[in-house]
């Protein structure tokens, strides 16, 4: 049966690998509008299912959710005369169209991995990649929730921040991640925001963590406000102020360091090699402060300006 340009009936088709696509829902709603103002331009890739008679969707799962959305029965699709292992890699390959996330490639090679027996092997062969690309991307999936990855898949969370801020926290406190997973699903940080939080959450104490996890907007806005007193800080004293600041926290470090040396067996080396620098660094700040003060020519800049103003 060829079913290649045909008007197919929506629910002929089987959504076998739904859950390898990440939702977009800037894309899902351009595309929404695109299908109600020209129609299906692109038909749908599908492929026979070989264990029986029904079409397996290859590529185009946005656009039949967008039909559906727009309460359409029916498809266009182009049947693909190939085995599914063929057709998923095909479709990897492809330049055309929208590009794969890491993660949704990293799926679809499970897929084939784990459906049709394929060896990393031969999915490098296959794929114009090396068995380290392969072993990379499958790497993404170990010790992945599944509430991480549904996160993913459904545009709540990127792939970066599920690697690197929520599968090493929900390591390290299950509890915290899956929280955090609820208050992302109802409200949207971005990953930049993402990563503000996460740095702040290693350094916080655990009563605040607490209050961090469950309102994490709440401590980027503490943090955007403490940014703005600084600034308006830093403008209100000027360079005469950050000079008295700089000076206070010199002499913070250095009563630290008087303050641990008791509790140390025997002085680091460290801190003796480090002491001639010190000295030196210190010594040639005397010197710029004293050149300073004998060439100070910003009095005789006003003066200069007086007297040019007074006229004959």
Same mark, same amino acid.
């Given at each position: ?15 076998? !690998? ?42 185009? !799962? ?33 330049? $055309? ?6 993660? /949704? ?14 060896? $990393? ?34 545009? /709540? ?17 299950? $509890? ?10 109802? /409200? ?6 993402? $990563?503000?939080?996460?740095?702040? !959450? ?100 006003? /003066? ?9």
């Amino acid at each position: 049966m060829d079913v290649s340009g045909r008007e197919l009936d929506l629910h002929r088709l089987e959504l076998r !690998y739904a859950a390898t696509r990440v939702a977009d829902p800037g894309a899902a709603r351009q595309l929404t509008a695109s299908l109600e103002r020209c129609g299906q331009l692109v038909p749908c890739v599908v492929v026979k299912d070989p264990g029986g008679s029904g079409l397996v969707l290859i590529d185009g !799962y946005r656009r039949i959710a967008a039909l559906r959305r727009l309460g359409r029965d029916t498809v266009t699709v182009e049947c693909w005369p190939c085995d599914l292992a063929t057709a998923l890699l095909t479709l990897m390959l492809r330049q $055309q169209g929208r590009g794969f996330a890491s993660i /949704e490639q990293a799926l679809l090679l499970r897929e084939l991995v784990l459906r049709e027996g394929l060896s $990393q092997r031969e999915l490098a062969a296959r794929t114009g990649h090396d068995v380290s690309w392969v072993n990379r991307r499958l790497q993404l999936l170990v010790g992945l929730p599944d509430s991480v990855l549904a996160a993913v898949r459904a545009g /709540e969370l990127s792939s970066w921040a599920a690697s690197r801020i929520v599968v090493p926290l929900a390591r390290a406190n299950s $509890q915290h991640a899956e929280r955090l997973l609820q208050v992302l699903g109802r /409200e949207r940080l971005s990953t930049r925001d993402l $990563q503000r939080w996460f740095g702040h !959450y290693q350094g916080a104490s655990h009563a605040v963590r607490e209050r961090m996890v469950d309102h994490p907007r709440l401590l980027l806005r503490a943090l955007e406000e403490r940014q703005v007193e600084r600034g308006s800080a830093a403008l209100r004293d000027g360079p005469e102020g950050a000079c008295a600041s700089e000076i206070r926290q010199i002499e913070a470090l250095i009563a630290r360091l008087r303050h641990r040396l008791p509790t140390l067996l025997a002085v680091p080396e460290v801190l003796i090699t480090a002491m001639p620098r010190i000295k030196a660094a210190l010594a040639g700040l005397d010197n710029a402060i004293t050149w300073s003060i004998t060439h100070d020519t910003s009095r005789d800049l006003f /003066e200069r300006a007086r007297a040019e103003g007074a006229g004959p």
